[in-house]
């Protein structure tokens, strides 16, 4: 079975800083890589996905992440936060053909200061 | 557009205590989930359905019971409430095909507490 891991359940960052969430992940066969963003009170949001191709992602709000196969990491950044980006982020993995079953990692929380 | 609705927002119930949480879509999404999600431990899946009369279980499908009538509609039956169930819920729902991963969209939540 495949298990996902965040490194930092909590990072607190300033306004204009860069930010970086760690996530591995372990599987025995290819997965499908996915980042979810949790603004307070509200469901889980899409950021971006990795299914195949070119392993830097981009996605919304600025976002991107790299795919690393041989270390097997999912990492989200942002060269520069704003106070709207403070937020829940999860990483979470799916097999291949197995349809839309995501299996999610704890969270990070991101804290961006003034 | 709607897109996924949850309700009740917020629910207590007394141990043993049976109810119903309701979640309805209005893309035509044959995907629908149920998640819940509990501090630290992300999302774990509890059931799933890929279309009308069609339902499977996820990692905790343990004291939850589905049902899927209508394409719209994914109601999770807690048949006697324990404390451990007490957590956030979320419905999901997506386009579904076997071999690709489509995005899900997320209702807002229900936050349940039994005590």
């Known amino acids: 079975a495949q298990s996902v891991t965040q490194l930092d359940s909590q990072v607190p960052v300033f306004e204009e800083a860069p930010v970086e969430l760690r996530c591995n992940y372990s599987s025995s066969v290819s997965v499908y890589l996915f980042w979810y963003v949790q603004y307070p009170n509200q469901g889980l949001q899409l950021l971006l996905k990795y299914l195949s191709g070119s392993t830097l992602v981009k996605g919304i709000n600025g976002f991107e992440a790299e795919f690393n196969k041989s270390q097997t990491s999912f990492h989200l950044r942002k060269p520069s936060v704003h106070i709207s980006d403070t937020a829940e982020y999860f990483c979470?993995?799916?097999?291949?053909?197995?349809?839309?079953?995501?299996?999610f990692g704890g969270g990070t929380r991101v804290l961006v200061k003034p | 557009n709607a897109g996924v609705t949850q309700t009740p927002k917020f629910q207590v119930l007394k141990t043993g205590q049976s109810m119903t949480l309701q979640c309805a879509q209005d893309m035509n999404h044959e995907y629908m989930s149920w998640y819940r999600q509990d501090p630290g431990m992300g999302l774990r899946l509890i059931h799933y359905?890929?279309?009308?009369?069609?339902?499977d279980q996820g990692e905790v499908p343990n004291g939850y019971n589905v049902s899927r009538s209508t394409t719209e509609d994914f109601p999770l039956r807690l048949l006697s409430a324990a404390p451990s169930q007490t957590s956030v819920y979320f419905c999901?729902?997506?386009?579904?095909?076997?071999?690709?991963?489509?995005?899900?969209?997320f209702g807002s939540g229900t936050q349940l507490s039994v005590l």
């Open positions: 979470a993995v799916s097999l291949k053909a197995a349809g839309n079953k995501l299996t």
């Open positions: 999901a729902s997506s386009y579904y095909r076997d071999t690709v991963n489509e995005k899900l969209f």
């Open positions: 359905s890929v279309g009308a009369g069609i339902t």
